[in-house]
């Protein structure tokens, strides 16, 4: 019974890891992250991460959306209610490749990856969203099962 019991426990995490596209064989760090679905709030970029993004988008984003985020005539604030509303039931891959897909609005998919990436991480910096260990990875397809919403939450 108790061997059941565990052998279950582990095929649902193995189909959770296929899900999110992870490795079985990381399931012991985080498999509590993951069994709850990871979102934004679980610390998914770097602080140096979104430090590069800050000058890419002073750079390339700035001259339309102003470096305070808020935006100006059709360009949107990337900030706070505007952001948060806009996102909330969303999730990273689809910001990822929206804003790749069509930014900067004069020349989309001019910067590389990487940039795209850091921008994403500076924008979940500036409102707020907490920075962890790593860089967040330009994969679109994984970032597609981080959410916005705390787990259990409207936020
Ligand atoms: C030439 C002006 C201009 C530049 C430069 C620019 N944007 Fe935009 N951006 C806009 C306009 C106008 C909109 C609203 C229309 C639209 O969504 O296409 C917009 C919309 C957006 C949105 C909202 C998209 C949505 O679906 O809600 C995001 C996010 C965004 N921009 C991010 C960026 C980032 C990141 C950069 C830099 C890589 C950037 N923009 C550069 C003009 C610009």
């Known amino acids: 019974m108790l061997y059941d019991g565990v052998d279950d426990m582990a095929k649902h995490w193995k189909l959770k890891s ?5 490795g079985a064989g990381v399931i012991g760090a985080i498999a509590v992250p993951m069994a709850q679905g990871r979102t934004a709030w679980d610390g998914v970029y770097s602080e140096a991460q979104a430090g590069r993004g800050k000058a890419a988008y002073e750079a ?9 985020l808020r935006g ?20 990273l891959g689809d910001l990822l490749t929206i804003v790749k897909a ?3 609005q004069d020349k989309p998919t001019s910067l590389t990856d990487d940039e795209y990436a850091a921008i994403v991480a500076y924008l979940l910096q500036a409102n707020r969203y907490p920075a962890g260990q790593q860089d967040l ?17 409207q936020k």
Do not use: Y
């Open 102 to 104: 069509t930014m900067p």
């Open 137 to 153: 990875r330009a994969d679109p397809a994984d970032l597609k099962a981080v959410g916005f919403k705390r787990p259990g939450t």
């Open 60 to 68: 390339q984003c700035a001259f339309c959306h102003q470096s305070d």
């Open 18 to 22: 296929a899900i999110l596209g992870l």
């Open 72 to 91: 100006q005539g059709f360009a949107p604030g990337l900030i706070e209610d505007t952001f948060t509303s806009r996102w909330q039931d969303s999730n």
